[in-house]
């Protein structure tokens, strides 16, 4: 069958993502594999497609439970058929299901982890035809990996023995050499074939800041230069979400929240009306966006730094799922380290390598060069091209400081000076700020008292400590939080290498770069007509509402604008917008075609 007629028909696509058509021809081909995809890949349609080729039914276990039924509601829209197969569905249900299964009437069955554990579902799935296996999010059976679940590893161990001769496919959007390896040996995959998509997602657009005390300010500038499209404000704790979801609301950002103590009925409402695009935006604590496949949303800000690189791209890996411009903002400081290294110190199992990865992202936010490149890297490829266009750093919103030898040397020297101080307090000898303490240990006649009294503040110093810190050329002391030169230090005392540092940004300039990027987005905004994608839209979240499934089931927002720009007035024109399928033409495509036709003859006689 022609893979590229399938694509057409269901999924209404004319061409592969990169990578997609290999993945397809891997699982086709019975031998084992594994995928990277990143975010926005089309993962999933790698296992759909050849799922409708293959004979049997394909089963594909996650552990994210909440994902599934967004994922079957999708394929039934397509004219697929698929079910879920977990412990929440009644006898009844599971019977019916059964049935299906054994008439060979169910194409994709998504399964809970847990139901290879139960005697019934495994010998109910020996008994029946299955084209293959897919392990969807594979990197949480590595200890090696950011998020591992030793239940999913032993539930899958057993899989390759217990279904011979059945192939088995393992994605996942994120994982490092190592976690790959530990992935294959894991789930047992026998010579498999390895694919790795390119990590990059050029769609993002990156910032890191230092974060200054509540930080609402800056995070209200965001709002307004985001405003009424979809976002998450991410928090690291529940006291936090609190805080800022009722200062934002004071401000005039509607929002809803989203965290561990929230009762279910208010947690489930709120996750269910940010699906169903009635809210766009929601603060919440990074339990919120496991099942959330909100394919718009557009921008996100981690109001701390995530524990790890690959936690951040995963949680930034929410935004821009269409591929649209999407805009990623966090806000790292010192505590958010001592934050983390407190509860990673206290694991005596996997502290060093948590320690590791949590130094990396210290290392990724404080290191000024190009984010997209960073984070490619730390994956273990290579950075195709030069310059990124969608990072601060390449949107020469990062200033380097000139003479960061001379910078750098002086701060040392003045570390080494003090010995056995924190930040703050070495800021303000270097700025020449004659504080009690100062005067206490009699810092006022050191060599680099004031040595740096020329900089903007003693903030703008104390940013630049914390840059070395992050790049590992100072370290802090864990208990005293003193700091110390490191040998990286040495090595640029000694002349071996040259440190990059940053300008801290000033009050003036942060204005300059907002105003910059309010223009930028409107240019994005003014290439489809926004009073019929408006119309559209509207249209789109009634039959979601309806039909009691989220509105990007229906039509992405890329489709939607794709509709408002080009207007389609036939079937034919219709069924090439992209995203719209056989299927949904026959559903959705009378109705929508109607608007665009009542809206161009409206504007018309307007005229
Ligand atoms: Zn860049």
Redesign the pocket.
């Known amino acids: 069958m022609d893979i590229r007629k399938l694509l057409h028909e269901y999924w209404g696509y004319d061409s592969f993502l990169p990578y997609q058509k290999q993945a397809i021809e891997e699982v086709m081909a019975e031998r084992d594999s594994l995928t990277i995809l990143p975010t926005g890949g089309g993962k999933s349609l790698c296992y759909q497609l050849p799922a409708l080729i293959r004979e049997g039914m394909a089963v594909v276990v996650s552990p994210l439970i909440s994902l599934m039924k967004d994922q079957v509601d999708s394929l039934k829209e397509m004219g697929i058929s698929s079910d879920v197969w977990n412990s929440s569905l009644t006898v009844e249900g599971k019977r019916s299901i059964e049935k299906k299964i054994r008439q060979g009437d169910i194409k994709i069955l998504y399964l809970a982890p847990e139901g290879l554990q139960n005697n019934n579902t495994k010998q109910m799935l020996q008994s029946v035809d299955i084209s293959f296996f897919v392990i969807d999010e594979a990197h949480c059976v590595s200890q090696w990996g950011h998020d591992f679940r030793p239940l999913y590893r032993s539930e899958l161990a057993t899989l390759k023995e217990l279904f011979r001769g059945c192939g088995i496919h393992a994605f996942t959007a994120t994982a490092t050499k190592v976690v790959q390896r530990d992935i294959i040996k894991q789930l047992n995959l026998r010579e498999p074939a390895l694919l790795e998509g390119y990590m990059d997602r050029p769609n993002l657009t990156y910032r890191v800041n230092l974060r200054e005390g509540d930080n609402i300010g800056r995070i209200t500038s965001i709002l307004k230069l985001h405003e009424g499209q979809p976002g998450i404000i991410y928090c690291r704790k529940i006291d936090d979400v609190n805080k800022y979801s009722e200062q934002l609301r004071a401000r005039g950002f509607e929002n809803l929240r989203y965290h561990a103590k929230l009762d279910d009925e208010e947690r489930h409402n709120n996750q269910t009306a940010f699906k169903g695009e009635k809210i766009n935006l929601m603060i919440a604590t990074i339990a919120f966006g496991m099942g959330i496949d909100r394919s718009n949303i557009r921008f996100i800000v981690h109001t701390n730094m995530p524990k790890s690189t690959e936690a951040y791209y995963q949680e930034v890996g929410r935004a821009g799922r269409d591929n649209l411009p999407s805009f990623c903002y966090m806000f790292y400081s010192a505590k958010d380290y001592r934050n983390h290294i407190y509860w990673i110190e206290r694991d005596t199992k996997r502290g060093d390598v948590n320690k590791d990865k949590l130094n990396q992202i210290y290392n990724y936010c404080a290191v000024p060069g190009?984010?997209?490149?960073a984070l490619v890297e730390y994956f273990g490829q290579k950075y195709k091209g030069d310059?990124?266009?969608?990072?601060d750093?390449?949107l020469g919103e990062v200033e380097l400081i000139e003479d960061a030898a001379n910078i750098s040397t002086t701060i040392m020297k003045c570390v080494m000076g003090v010995r056995r101080f924190g930040g703050g307090h070495i800021a303000d000898v270097l700025y020449g700020k004659e504080t009690e303490r100062v005067r206490q240990y009699n810092h006022q006649s050191l060599e680099t008292f004031g040595s740096m009294h020329e900089s903007p503040s003693v903030k703008y110093i104390r940013n630049i400590i914390e840059q070395m810190v992050g790049q590992g050329i100072l370290e802090r002391d864990p208990e005293y939080q003193t700091l110390s030169v490191t040998q990286k230090g040495k090595d640029i005392l000694e002349g071996k290498i040259m440190p990059v540092l940053a300008k801290p940004p000033v009050v003036v300039r942060t204005r300059e770069i907002m105003r910059g990027r309010r223009e930028r987005i409107n240019e994005y905004a003014s290439s489809y007509d926004a009073n019929l994608f408006n119309k559209l839209k509207q249209k789109r979240s009634e039959i979601a509402q309806r039909i009691g499934k989220p509105a990007y089931v229906i039509f992405h927002d890329r489709a939607l604008m794709e509709m408002a720009a080009r207007k389609p007035l036939t079937e034919e024109n219709f069924l090439s917008i992209s995203g719209v399928g056989e299927a949904k033409l026959e559903k959705y495509g009378e109705i929508f075609i109607n608007i665009i036709s009542g809206y161009v003859s409206g504007n018309t006689t307007e005229n």
């Not at 190009?370 to 490149?373: G, P, Q, Y």
């Not at 310059?387 to 990072?391: K, T, V």
């Open positions: 190009c984010r997209h490149k310059g990124c266009g969608a990072c750093y390449c």
